[in-house]
Nanobody, 126 residues
Framework: QVQLVESGGGSVQAGGSLRLSCTASGYTNRRLCMGWFRQPPGKEREGVASIDRLGRTTYADSVKGRFTISKDDAKNSLDLQMNSLKPEDTAMYYC????????????????????RGQGTQVTVSS
């Protein structure tokens, strides 16, 4: 069983930056495929970024060049650095993971991963 806890959300003006973090327990990062997805109010879940066990990353077109996903296996943590934030980035952001041997590939699969955290709110004002 994997437990995921997010932190780092908040409110920021357009153009600003936030860094989200996710700490995993119950499983070592090295055996997890992980990612971030978001759900804006009244809208469907959207995969934002993913990272596999080898560190290969994928991003949604809407965040490419602005967001960076990274993981620290020593700390069992996953981060999402978000720069140049836009009002349309406003959403609840969730950390998600698949445990070995499962690994759903591609950013579009992140909302379907087997484990997810409780979410952290990101609000971007214009």
């Amino acid at each position: 069983q994997v437990q995921l806890v997010e932190s780092g959300g908040g409110s920021v003006q357009a153009g600003g930056s936030l860094r989200l973090s996710c700490t995993a327990s119950g499983y070592t990062n090295r055996r997890l495929c992980m990612g971030w997805f978001r759900q804006p109010p009244g809208k469907e879940r959207e995969g934002v970024a993913s990272i596999d066990r080898l560190g290969r990353t994928t991003y949604a077109d809407s965040v490419k060049g602005r967001f960076t996903i990274s993981k620290d296996d020593a700390k069992n943590s996953l981060d999402l650095q978000m720069n140049s934030l836009k009002p349309e980035d406003t959403a609840m952001y969730y950390c998600a993971a698949d445990g070995f041997p499962v690994c759903r590939l591609g950013v579009g699969s992140v909302p379907k991963m087997g484990y997810r955290g409780q979410g952290t709110q990101v609000t971007v004002s214009s």
